[in-house]
């Protein structure tokens, strides 16, 4: 491997990853994840984030960096915008063979470089502001942009190449497809990085939207050429499409989001099914995009997407031992942790004898903001004017989705 010039003096030295694992333990990646790692060298070097020993990265990283004929000990600043794993794995290898490296991240940084990695000596603390002169021009001055993912978080950003690095901020699941860079991403690559960027902001940062949208607007001061975060492509061409996809995103949680409907539907034996049919007669008969997806065959993970971004959630499953039948519980506690509210929310679902989904259900929908249609349930197998009414009431939620705006603008690159 080699290292890719970003700027003069300004490389990316990271791995793509392809592994059967999960994300944090949870997620999957079929199409891998990018840890991005950057070096910049003035009369003294600067790694900014590392990589997880996971899938060869580790070893692809030290590559890259022979590549720019550096060593380990010419490494003289660590810089870890942010600690989870994920970029601080490679740490207890630093330790050993670049020993004279000083670690740099923020006050609460400092103590999880404690508590993962025993770590508490050579390690500058740095606050909003705070610049580190690496010479030859090359200067980092410090931003603390807190929950973004974790508290700890900063962004660093360099002042003679205008790069600014993000940590998982602006950040996307899915390996590089030939290039690192925004303006070499041809057309036909552009969905796959949709499709991944909004997937990793729906699992890993929806939650943190608010801080988000704060650590944008601390990041405005400056005059930024290339953003270049932790996982996914470097912005080079146009770093406005990625914060305008993060605005976008991080509003979802406020705005209802695109006129689009998502679908979470399970059934054990097909009773559910049979209604979820009228439903989706009803919105096509209104013609507004629906999303499908069936638990627990599907994984949640790409559920969460479509759920997060469509102003439409409906919820269909049967009732289980006097619940909610089990995997769409767990997909339910996804949406509250992930904190996917103001919807136009339905649901539906069969019952044998007293139910208790629907139960669940409305105690599960506690504090989301949804605004909620009247449920739809029914005795086994439903009858015909129940599914008349199903159908009835899809068209009704369909149509007040098609008249929310799309909110998809200003993201060509
Ligand atoms: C394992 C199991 C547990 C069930 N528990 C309940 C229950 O506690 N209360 C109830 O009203 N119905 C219960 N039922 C009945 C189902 O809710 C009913 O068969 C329903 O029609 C299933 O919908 P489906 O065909 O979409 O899977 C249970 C069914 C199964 C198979
Ligand atoms: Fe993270
Ligand atoms: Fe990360």
Redesign the pocket.
């Given at each position: 491997m080699k290292a890719i010039t970003i700027a003069k003096d300004v490389y990316w030295v990271g791995a793509n990853v392809h592994t059967e694992d999960l994300f944090e333990g949870i997620w999957p990646i079929p199409h891998g994840v990018a840890l991005n790692s950057y070096v910049v060298k003035g009369r003294e070097n600067a790694i900014v984030e590392l990589v997880r020993e996971w899938g060869g990265a580790s070893h692809v990283l030290i590559e890259n960096l022979n590549s720019l004929k550096i060593s380990p000990e010419d490494i003289n600043y660590v810089i870890l915008n942010h600690l989870e794993p994920d970029h601080t794995g490679l740490i207890y290898l630093s330790k050993s063979i670049a020993p004279q490296a000083k670690f740099v991240t923020t006050e609460k940084g400092a103590r999880l470089l404690e508590g993962f990695y025993g770590i508490t000596e050579n390690v500058i603390e740095v606050k909003t502001g705070d610049e580190i002169n690496l010479g030859n021009g090359k200067k980092f001055i410090f931003t603390e942009i807190p929950n973004v993912h974790w508290p700890e978080t900063m962004a660093t950003y360099e002042i003679d190449s205008k790069v600014l690095f993000t940590g998982d901020a602006f950040g996307a699941f899915g390996v590089h497809q030939g290039s690192i860079f925004d303006d070499e991403t041809p057309e036909i690559h552009k969905q796959y990085w949709e499709e991944e960027t909004l997937r990793y902001y729906s699992n890993i940062i929806s939650m943190f939207s608010s801080s988000v949208l704060k650590g944008i607007d601390e990041l405005k001061r400056f005059d930024t050429r290339v953003i270049a975060p932790s996982h996914g492509l470097v912005w080079r061409g146009n770093p406005q499409a990625i914060i305008n996809k993060y605005v976008r995103y991080s509003n979802y949680n406020r705005d209802l989001g695109e006129p689009e409907i998502c679908i979470a539907w399970?059934?054990?034996?097909?009773?559910?099914?049979?209604m979820l049919n009228a439903i989706l007669k009803g919105i096509a008969s209104v013609g507004v995009p629906v999303h499908v997806h069936r638990v627990p065959n599907e994984d949640p993970s790409f559920i969460l997407s479509d759920a997060y971004k469509s102003a439409g959630l409906i919820i269909g499953?049967?009732?289980?031992?006097?619940?909610m039948?089990p995997p769409m519980k767990y997909f339910m506690e996804l949406l509250k942790k992930k904190s996917i509210k103001y919807k136009k929310v339905l649901y539906f679902?069969?019952?044998?004898?007293?139910?208790?989904?629907q139960k669940d259900f409305e105690k599960l929908s506690e504090n989301m903001n949804w605004d909620i249609s009247e449920s739809i349930t029914f005795?086994?197998?439903p009858t015909p004017e129940e599914c008349e009414k199903g159908e009835t009431v899809a068209i009704k939620l369909a149509d007040e989705v098609k008249k929310i705006p799309s909110k998809i603008k200003n993201e060509e690159y």
């Open positions: 399970g059934s054990m034996y097909g009773n559910t099914e049979v499953c049967p009732t289980y031992e006097y619940s039948f679902g069969s019952y044998g004898w007293s139910g208790g989904a005795k086994g197998h």
